[in-house]
């Protein structure tokens, strides 16, 4: 797929491009007063959910079409592209004929390949060129989320991004959706060319953790920010807990560090040369691991053992994680790895007692 860019025109190309705007429109005065602060500080997008999907019912869904003209309002006032969620054709038509720059497509949504079938369709009859938006599935299925921009993409679509809005757990500690970073990482790496933003609101779901989350997407090299900024936050309808003043997202917006990607020093170059070597390394000792597990399982097969044995196993599982511990690595990380290796020793030594 080869995509093109979602800038639209007036919007400057240096990281980040921001999105911002409340999490749902309420009155028309809330989303013009919210509108003119952001336009001062130079925000160029505006967002506003006009349809909201809600876990519960009976919770605010949204106000529906007429949020669609205090958008128009704000663009001919402000300036400002608008955008908005859409989830349904009917919500595809509506936003279009009321000139709505960009459409995103919710978590829940992408979740849905015949919802996204449906908007895709639509937006092929109407010949709407983008951009348009995908946030992730609210469950963390990479192909999901990469069939869901391939839908958009094959309506016709080249302006398209990604959103990172975390996901779904039934632990909701420390984030409203785990981050799980390694996702979206993964769909820069198998869509290259596809612009990606965060969405540190919906990640973190409460207003103090957006400044971390933003300087942790630009540190990844994200392309942008989509953040919930309403005037009055404490009295937000929806999400109240994870929207800034525009004040506040100036202050944090501010204080983002960008750091230069397009260098690379010879230092960083010898740095990868020794991460390649020791990659290499790494892989001739699993190899020699598994070689030796192999043997194992040989000795297995000739003594009439089972292949796995818990208790053994268990007391690896100790010793390595306080070894990593001790070399200052995280515990869970070398669970992981272990398990990970074990689960392949296993596989070899089954291999050799059917042969
Ligand atoms: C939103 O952007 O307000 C929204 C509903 O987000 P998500 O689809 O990520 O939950
Ligand atoms: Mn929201």
Redo the contacts with the bound molecule.
């Keep these: 797929m080869e995509f093109e860019s979602i800038l639209l025109p007036g919007i400057s190309a240096q990281r980040p491009l921001v999105i911002a705007g409340p ?2 429109a309420e009155t028309e005065e809330q989303v013009l007063a919210t509108a003119r602060e952001l336009a001062g500080k130079g925000i160029n997008v505006y ?1 506003a ?1 006009i349809w ?2 809600r876990t519960k019912p009976g919770g605010f869904e949204g106000v529906g079409t007429k949020g669609l003209g205090w958008l128009q309002q704000v663009k001919k006032e402000t300036g400002m592209y608008v955008a908005t ?1 859409v989830a349904t054709r009917s919500h595809v038509d509506e936003a279009v004929a009321h000139g709505i720059d960009m459409l ?1 497509i ?4 992408s979740a849905n390949p015949f919802a996204v079938q449906e908007i895709a369709d639509a937006l092929k009859a109407l010949a709407f060129e983008g951009p348009v938006l995908v ?1 992730n599935p ?1 469950n963390p299925d990479l192909d999901l989320w990469i069939g869901a921009i391939e839908r958009i993409y094959n309506a016709g679509i080249r302006k398209i991004a990604a ?1 990172h ?1 975390g996901f779904s757990s039934y632990d909701k500690k420390l984030y409203r959706n785990l981050p799980q970073w390694h996702i979206p990482i993964e769909l820069k790496r198998r869509l290259a060319g596809l612009p990606l933003l965060s ?1 540190p609101s ?1 990640i973190g779901g409460k207003r103090e953790l957006i400044a971390s989350l933003s300087q942790q997407a630009m540190d990844l090299n994200y392309d942008g920010l ?1 953040i ?1 900024s309403h005037t009055d936050p404490d009295r937000a309808w ?2 109240k807990e994870q929207q800034v003043t525009p004040d506040v997202l100036s202050y944090i917006l501010n204080l983002l560090v960008i750091r230069d990607t397009k260098q690379t020093t010879e230092n960083l170059t010898e740095l990868r040369q020794q991460i390649d070597r020791i990659d290499h390394e790494l892989l001739a000792i699993l190899a020699k691991r598994m070689r030796v597990s192999r043997e194992i399982g040989q000795y297995k097969k000739e003594h009439n053992m089972p292949v796995l044995q818990t208790g053994r196993y268990d007391e690896i599982l100790d010793r390595r994680v306080n070894g990593a511990r001790e070399m200052g690595m995280d515990g869970a990380f070398m669970k992981t790895i272990l398990e990970a290796i074990h689960e392949e020793s296993i596989r070899q030594q089954i291999e050799v007692l059917n042969q």
Aim: aromatic share 4%.
């Design positions: 999490c749902s967002r959910g909201k999907p969620e995103w919710g978590a829940r949504t946030k609210v959103i809005r969405d919906h989509i919930e929806s999400d």
